[in-house]
Nanobody, 116 residues
Framework: QVQLVESGGGLVQAGGSLRLSCVASGNIFSVNVMSWYRQAPGKQRELVAAITSGGSTSYADSVKGRFTISRGNAKNTVYLQMNSLKPEDTAVYYC??????????WGQGTQVTVSS
């Protein structure tokens, strides 16, 4: 079992920055990939960024060059640094942890609202 607690969402003006955090507890030694997804009203949930246990990263085209995903030194925390935010980045952001066993765990979500 893995428990996830997200924080860092909020309201920001276009062009501003936010940093999301997701702290994992429990069976963190089985974690393979940590990811951030987002879901805007009326849209499907989409992958924003991911980082593997080896440190490889990947990003959605819409956020490349603006968002940076990273893991803390203790490897149980994942961050999403979001710069140059746009109104279209408004969504609920979810942290996901994928274990080596193939089981996934999701956080409760944190709201990010970007005003124009």
């Amino acid at each position: 079992q893995v428990q996830l607690v997200e924080s860092g969402g909020g309201l920001v003006q276009a062009g501003g920055s936010l940093r999301l955090s997701c702290v994992a507890s429990g069976n963190i030694f089985s974690v393979n990939v940590m990811s951030w997804y987002r879901q805007a009203p009326g849209k499907q949930r989409e992958l924003v960024a991911a980082i593997t246990s080896g440190g490889s990263t990947s990003y959605a085209d819409s956020v490349k060059g603006r968002f940076t995903i990273s893991r803390g030194n203790a490897k149980n925390t994942v961050y999403l640094q979001m710069n140059s935010l746009k109104p279209e980045d408004t969504a609920v952001y979810y942290c996901k942890v994928a274990l080596w066993s193939g089981v996934d765990y999701w956080g409760q979500g944190t709201q990010v609202t970007v005003s124009s």
